[in-house]
């Protein structure tokens, strides 16, 4: 399984982006897709998963802020982000579990900075 993650950017305080995760595969054969970040200097956390039969579940620091969504006939998966601050400043990696093996994409760098 090959993960593309992409839509990191620059971004002002408040602001949005989209990060999209396209999969090789079919993601309806995925059992939870994920969204991690890892900020200089800190451990990579879990930001936000999606289960194959529509749970999701989201860190406490995003709720309310992000969603994540996908679209299978795209095989992508996405995490919408509003309201960014700074601490959300991190490089963003998907995640695919998939009949209980992992992969990882590369990541996407985000930067909220006025």
């Known amino acids: 399984v090959q993960l593309q993650a992409s839509g990191g950017g620059l971004v002002q305080p408040g602001g949005s982006l989209r990060l999209s995760c396209a999969a090789s595969?079919?993601?309806?054969?995925?059992?939870?897709m994920g969204w991690y970040r890892q900020a200089p200097g800190k451990q990579r956390e879990l930001v936000a998963s999606l289960r194959s039969g529509g749970n999701t579940n989201y860190a406490d620091s995003v709720k309310g802020r992000f969603t994540i969504s996908r679209d299978n006939a795209k095989n992508t998966v996405y995490l919408q982000m509003n309201s960014l601050q700074p601490e959300d400043t991190a490089v963003y990696f998907c995640?695919?579990?998939?009949?209980?093996?992992?992969?990882w994409g590369q990541g996407t760098e985000v930067t909220v900075s006025s």
């Open positions: 995640n695919a579990d998939r009949y209980s093996r992992y992969y």
């Open positions: 595969v079919s993601i309806a054969s995925i059992n939870v």
